[in-house]
């Protein structure tokens, strides 16, 4: 019987609080198992509309390696996967191979374009840094040639550090070189000439560095 007792007596304070804070606890339960459904379902969500947009992806795959792909097949498969399955990687795929397509040919606006919205779409904390950094560097390069130097630079300056890689250091060399700023120019070329491991990047950056050299000399 004391036992018993004792038992009793010992969970008295936990029945307490469970009673004290009863509804407290309840709203807490309900809010967990809310979250636990709406994480679940988004999933399943984002799932099937993955399986979806690979599905619109080949029919983009497709068209796109034709070697006269139809612009305007490609135009609606893109405002189909930018309407619906914005979040989707099969977006981002078929935004970058059609602003390359569009380098390519020559077309530099439309390229722009498109790359623009790949920084758009993978931009900030929860973004995607290696499309984001491939669509700035692509970016940059239009704009250089486009001899827009000041947006060039804007462009690739988030991923313009010491600790970047070789082919930013050297781009920013050539914008910097194009804005007449030939001592900034050459410690990104010389930069790049560490970073570089292949013999034919190192010797054309060499050549760079050399050309400033020249271009001093002559003055």
């Known amino acids: 019987m004391n036992n018993v007792y004792e038992n009793s007596m010992r969970f008295l304070p936990f029945l307490k609080f469970l009673d004290r804070y009863k509804s407290l606890l309840i709203s807490i339960l309900i ?6 459904i709406y994480f679940v379902a988004s999933n399943q969500i ?12 080949n029919e983009w795959t497709e068209e796109i390696s034709k070697e006269k792909p ?7 498969i893109l405002k189909t ?4 399955y914005k979040k989707t990687g099969y977006l981002k795929l078929a935004l970058l191979s059609k602003a390359n397509l569009d380098a390519k040919s020559n077309n530099l606006e439309e390229a ?6 790949i920084i758009n779409l993978t931009d900030g904390f929860y973004g995607n840094k290696v499309f984001n950094k491939i669509a700035r560097v692509s970016a940059s390069r239009i704009l250089l040639s486009l001899d827009n130097y000041t947006e060039a630079l804007i462009m690739i300056e ?20 194009k804005q007449e700023k030939t001592n900034l120019a050459k410690d990104q070329y010389e930069m790049a000439l560490v970073k570089y491991s292949d013999q034919t990047s190192k010797s054309i950056v ?5 050309n400033i050299g020249l271009k001093k000399s002559e003055k």
Request: hydrophobic share 35%; proline share 0%; no cysteine.
């Open 31 to 36: 809010i967990v198992i809310i979250t636990v």
């Open 46 to 57: 984002q799932q099937t509309k993955n399986e979806k947009a690979s599905i619109i992806y």
């Open 70 to 76: 139809n612009s305007e097949k490609l135009d609606n």
């Open 81 to 84: 996967l930018l309407d619906s």
């Open 112 to 117: 722009l374009t498109n790359f623009n919205q």
């Open 158 to 177: 988030k991923y313009s550090s010491s600790d970047t890689n070789a082919y930013i250091h050297e781009l920013t060399g050539d914008i910097l070189l």
């Open 206 to 210: 060499t050549m760079k560095i050399s």
